[in-house]
């Protein structure tokens, strides 16, 4: 089974802070990586798929790259409503995995 | 708009079964596949698996087969999970979530997708 390991856990910012999180498959699964934003006792909302195609209706400051195996989030210039967990989920193969999520909180 | 309402929090006790539905609007219910996934406290989101909605073919992740059912009633546009023999370690928030693109796209059948959108969530708690 791949592995998703997400990085950091938790991560302390200003509004208009560029942060970005990183996710690493402990395989190859190509461009097949999603992200989503997730808040207290809300689904998770789609932001990014195959790795750099964002969403529609989802803000430009956000951003999504790879290299190799490792993802990259980038939010350019935190807003008040991007504080919330993030995780990565990856497509390519079976079983479907998801990171274990980082916590984007307000410094 | 697309959307996905999933039935109320519930309470079982260890050894007895649960049954949450995912009640589909917005878009043609036999088109998506609707997958299953859950996070207990503290843990990171676990797929476990996908229901056709046009056909009703499954699959499940292997930590759960035997386990659960999915099921789906097109006249109602509602998906159903069911987890059996229950355990304190199934105490979790389970989530319905639609694929991404529709099932004619898939030319094996096999759903190996982003979700978008997913329910709000049900809570299940196991408790004694």
């Known amino acids: 089974d791949i592995q998703m390991t997400q990085s950091p856990s938790t991560l302390s910012a200003s509004v208009g802070d560029r942060v970005t999180i990183t996710c690493r498959a402990s395989?190859?699964?190509?461009?097949?990586l999603a992200w989503y934003q997730q808040k207290p006792g809300k689904a998770p909302n789609l932001l990014i798929y195959?790795?750099?195609s964002l969403e529609s209706g989802v803000p430009s400051r956000f951003s999504g790259s790879r290299s190799g195996t490792e993802f990259t989030l980038t939010i350019s210039s935190l807003q008040p409503d991007d504080f919330a967990t993030y995780f990565c989920q990856q497509y390519n193969s079976y079983p479907v995995a998801f990171g274990q999520g980082t916590r984007l909180e307000i410094k | 708009q697309v959307q996905l309402v999933q039935s109320g929090a519930e309470v079982k006790k260890p050894g007895a079964s649960v049954k949450v539905s995912c009640k589909a609007s917005?878009?043609?219910?036999?088109?998506?596949?609707i997958h299953w996934v859950r996070q207990a406290p503290g843990q990171r989101l676990e797929w476990m698996g996908w229901i056709n909605s046009g056909n009703g073919n499954t699959k499940y992740s292997q930590k759960f087969q035997g386990r659960v059912t999915f099921t789906r009633d097109t006249s109602a546009s509602t998906a159903y999970m069911e987890l059996s023999s229950l355990r304190s370690e199934d105490t979790a928030v389970y989530y319905c979530?639609?694929?991404?693109?529709?099932?004619?796209?898939?030319?094996?059948?096999?759903?190996?997708?982003?979700?978008?959108?997913w329910g709000q969530g049900t809570l299940v708690t196991v408790s004694s």
């Open positions: 917005g878009y043609s219910f036999t088109t998506y596949a």
């Open positions: 979530a639609r694929d991404s693109r529709a099932i004619y796209y898939y030319a094996s059948g096999s759903f190996l997708s982003w979700f978008n959108p």
């Open positions: 195959d790795a750099s």
């Open positions: 395989q190859s699964i190509s461009s097949w």
